[in-house]
């Protein structure tokens, strides 16, 4: 069974940083994940797309954090990480980590594009 664990999260105020991690682990082939991602959700919301990151490193970024979050991966680790700088209380939600097995030159956006799925971790921004 693969697992997705998710790690980093917590409360900052206005302005600071935050680094999410998210651990893939149960799988017997590499690199068995193509695509990578972090989504978040917000109350009442679907759950939308934040950055993407294929295994070549091509990435994708939602336009509310293009400038601000970083998606990155360690292959040797199975490990994808969202650096999250100049955060906003906008930013506050349930964070989660997805994978794919299917390959994608250009990870999307798109929760359904990704089959597997971690518990999330949430982050709070204070103002």
């Known amino acids: 069974q693969v697992q997705l664990v998710e790690s980093g999260g917590g409360s900052v105020q206005s302005g600071g940083s935050l680094r999410l991690s998210c651990a893939a682990s149960g799988y017997t082939s590499r690199p068995y994940f193509m695509a990578m991602a972090w989504f978040r959700q917000f109350p009442g919301k679907e759950r939308e797309g934040v950055a993407s990151i294929s295994t070549d490193t091509r990435t994708s970024y939602a336009d509310s954090v293009k400038g601000r979050f970083t998606i990155s991966r360690d292959n040797a680790k199975s490990t994808v990480y969202l650096q999250m700088n100049s955060l906003t209380p906008e930013d506050t939600s349930m964070y989660y980590c997805?994978?794919?097995?299917?390959?994608?030159?250009?990870?999307?956006?798109?929760?359904?594009?990704?089959?597997?799925w971690g518990q999330g971790t949430q982050v709070t921004v204070s103002s």
């Open positions: 997805a994978a794919s097995s299917q390959s994608w030159l250009q990870p999307p956006l798109v929760p359904g594009s990704y089959n597997y």
